[in-house]
């Protein structure tokens, strides 16, 4: 929450492997940070420039709170 933030991953119910029971659900913006780096390498990987990259991840973001970039979401959640 605050300035820095640019994206929102999903940040709850996101399921994730388990070694001892095969799938898991866990929360928090420790697993939403590495799905939109997730995003942006795959976007490096297919050509795209750092600029366009970021352009690419903010306009296919889905705003969630005030239009624009705000502070609790950023530019919106992934949308990948």
């Known amino acids: 929450h605050g300035k820095f933030v640019a994206h929102d991953g999903p940040q709850q119910g ?5 070694r001892f029971k095969g799938w898991a659900v866990w ?4 697993f939403a940070a ?12 297919a050509g ?6 970021v ?7 889905v705003d ?3 239009p624009g970039r705000d502070d609790s979401s950023g530019f919106g959640r992934l949308d990948a």
Do not use: M, N
């Open 14 to 18: 996101v399921p994730d492997p388990d």
């Open 27 to 30: 929360s928090g913006t420790s």
């Open 34 to 45: 590495p799905q939109v780096a997730g995003v942006a390498a795959l976007l490096r990987g």
């Open 48 to 53: 795209f420039g750092p600029v366009e990259a």
């Open 55 to 61: 352009r690419r991840i903010r306009s296919s973001a």
């Open 64 to 66: 969630l709170d005030p």
